[in-house]
């Protein structure tokens, strides 16, 4: 994940003990568990734009794929390099480089996956940062993108008790508001992120809304393991069914170019 112009290691503290608590590993099971279910059993290469600390990167690795993480936040880099390092034999699948979403120096349809999660709420559109994803997937290649959810707007607000901040956003529409690192993201509904999908010669799959039922509840939850794999399945069955998905903060959109016609 990164921001378009400050170093996100500022908040790096913040993401990890996100990541390690209920509500974060359920962003990463959920998404996780679609884009390996798409990719299939095949080693792919995949690029990971935003990888962060390296969540993602190390996940598809263990799954056996090559995959390449970019990253402009040198601090989070620093920490993503220590985390594939501390595993030799996931290290070998992992390439590790500072980046930014708009300078990406990959030729056209050089992956097979393309994954973008938690970077594009934080740019000032959508538009051209699904662009520079998009021509980088080959044919038959998956671009995966997780973003906020601009459908539920003031959801979250409304559950966690701050009702005056839920009616502000419900009645204004207003797709932007300050995340629970303190940075104010931006939304974006899935029809839209599925034109852009088309409109760069991408078919949309079916989209999830992620963290349906559990995103009010404070970045501190850390659940018993039994409970958390009753949210996990909880989470999963909703993801891709309406209305529920439509209420996830967050949107897990894919898709997939078509392959080539000889």
């Known amino acids: 994940m990164s921001t378009a112009s400050s170093d ?27 884009l390996l279910a798409e990719l299939g059993d ?73 994954v973008c999660h938690g970077v594009v709420m934080y740019l000032p559109d959508s538009v051209a940062p699904v662009a520079h994803l998009a021509r ?50 931006r939304g974006d509904t899935p029809d839209h992120l599925d034109s852009l999908a088309r409109a760069n010669g991408l078919t949309p799959l079916p989209w999830q809304g992620v963290r349906i039922f559990h995103d009010h509840y404070p970045t501190t939850w850390a659940p018993s393991e039994e409970d958390y794999q009753a949210a996990l399945k909880t989470e999963w069955a909703a993801s891709s069914r309406s209305p529920y998905r439509e209420l996830g903060r967050l949107v897990h959109t894919v898709a997939r170019r078509p392959e080539a016609t000889s």
């Open 42 to 114: 095949r080693p792919a290469r995949i690029l990971d734009v935003g990888c962060g600390d390296g969540e993602m990167v190390l996940r598809l690795a263990a799954a056996g794929h090559q995959v390449t993480g970019v990253e402009k936040s040198p601090g989070m880099l620093a920490s993503a390099t220590e985390r594939v390092a501390a595993d030799p034999a996931i290290a070998e699948r992992v390439t590790l480089t500072e980046g930014d979403i708009y300078h990406l120096p990959y030729a056209n349809g050089a992956f097979d996956a393309v």
């Open 136 to 185: 980088l997937v080959a044919p038959g290649g998956l671009c995966s993108i997780l973003t906020k959810n601009a459908l539920a707007v003031g959801v979250r607000e409304a559950l966690s008790g701050d009702y005056a901040l839920a009616r502000a956003q419900i009645e204004s529409g207003q797709a932007s508001s300050v995340g629970n690192l303190g940075i104010s993201t």
């Open 8 to 34: 996100f290691a500022a908040v790096g503290t913040g993401y990890a003990a996100y990541s390690r608590g209920g509500r974060g590993r359920l962003r990463h099971d959920l998404t996780a568990r679609r």
